[in-house]
C-alpha cells in the first residue's frame, strides 16, 4: 500500500509569509507561484488549503489572530 508523502513545511510560517504577500501585492495581483515561492512550498498547496481563496482567508485568519495575541 503507498502512503502520499507527508508535507514538509510549517503551515503557520507559510500563512505568515502569504500574508505578507497579500499585503504588499493584493489578492488579485498575487500569483500563484509567487505565494508558493515566498511561501516555501512546492505544489502541495491545493492538497493542502484547496484553492487561492482559501488561502487569502486563512491567510486573513491567522494575520488577525497574531495581530490580536501582540495587543
Known amino acids: 500500500m ?3 508523502p507527508s508535507k514538509q513545511f510549517d503551515l503557520e510560517g507559510a500563512l505568515s509569509q ?3 504577500v497579500f499585503w504588499a501585492r493584493g489578492y ?3 500569483s500563484l507561484s509567487e505565494l508558493l515561492s515566498q511561501m516555501g512550498i512546492e ?3 491545493y492538497d493542502t488549503l484547496s484553492n487561492m481563496r ?3 482567508l ?3 485568519d491567522h494575520d488577525a ?3 490580536s495575541k501582540s495587543i
Open 65 to 67: 489572530q497574531t495581530e
Open 18 to 20: 502569504a500574508t505578507k
Open 43 to 45: 505544489k502541495s498547496l
Open 28 to 30: 488579485g495581483a498575487a
Open 58 to 60: 486563512k491567510a486573513l
Open 54 to 56: 482559501s488561502l487569502f
Open 2 to 4: 503507498s502512503r502520499e
